[in-house]
T-cell receptor, first 114, second 115 residues
Framework: DQQVKQNSPSLSVQEGRISILNCDYT??????FLWYKKYPAEGPTFLIS?????DKNEDGRFTVFLNKSAKHLSLHIVPSQPGDSAVYFC?????????????FGTGTRLTIIP | DTEVTQTPKHLVMGMTNKKSLKCEQH?????MYWYKQKAKKPPELMFV???????INESVPSRFSPECPNSSLLNLHLHALQPEDSALYLC??????????????FGPGTRLTVL
């Protein structure tokens, strides 16, 4: 039972344009959502997070949007840069206070075309 | 120091071997985690330690034995593994704070191959 889903396995975007990565979840107990970026042969790197009391969180070029009623979140990257090419995972947890399980989506491979 | 380190980077072992993976962090985090990631799959939680005590075991086979000797170190002892245990093993750490949201920080992983 895949509780966190990323339905697009891959996405290609022109450099300088907006990249939009999507994530859907089924567990209504999830309260904290994160996006991680992963290069080959490296561990996931934390990018940005959002709690269920917010619908938007922004950090530089990265913005995460949360639609609780639709159980959907998205990551916007503007402008996209070649270094953004990586696999992006969304993840969720029930509390977010530490000492708990992160459930990851299946990942989306983002390729930025120069 | 804001990183999680893992050793070794690569490990090849036979099914009768005993080996250990090591993870270290100096961020003062009191929760540490082991995840397993197979190729083209998301990371899956194995164990969680909180304040050096095992708090979550995701029904992991006993051939994997975690240990948290102190608040900075986390080990994963391996014995009698199977070829299907070949994967990237990721360690992570986070604060434990009931009043704020805490992200997990990951190490680079150990690529394990079981022959």
């Amino acid at each position: 039972d895949q509780q966190v889903k990323q339905n697009s396995p891959s996405l290609s975007v022109q450099e300088g344009r907006i990249s939009i990565l999507n994530c859907d979840y089924t567990n209504s107990m999830f309260d904290y959502f994160l996006w991680y970026k992963k290069y080959p042969a490296e561990g996931p790197t934390f990018l940005i997070s959002i709690s269920s009391i917010k619908d938007k969180n922004e950090d530089g070029r990265f913005t995460v949007f949360l639609n609780k009623s639709a159980k959907h979140l998205s990551l916007h990257i503007v402008p996209s840069q070649p270094g953004d090419s990586a696999v992006y995972f969304c993840a969720a947890s029930e509390r977010g206070f530490g000492n708990e399980k992160l459930t990851f989506g299946t990942g989306t491979r983002l390729t930025i075309i120069p | 120091d804001t990183e999680v380190t893992q050793t070794p980077k690569h490990l090849v072992m036979g099914m009768t071997n005993k080996k250990s993976l090591k993870c270290e962090q100096h961020m003062g985090h009191r929760a540490m985690y082991w995840y397993k990631q197979k190729a083209k799959k998301p990371p899956e939680l194995m164990f969680v330690y909180s304040y050096e005590k095992l708090s979550i075991n995701e029904s992991v086979p006993s051939r994997f034995s975690p240990e948290c000797p102190n608040s900075s170190l986390l080990n994963l002892h391996l014995h009698a593994l199977q070829p299907e245990d070949s994967a990237l093993y990721l360690c992570a750490s986070s604060r434990v704070d009931g009043s704020s949201y805490n992200e997990q920080f990951f190490g680079p992983g150990t690529r394990l191959t079981v022959l």
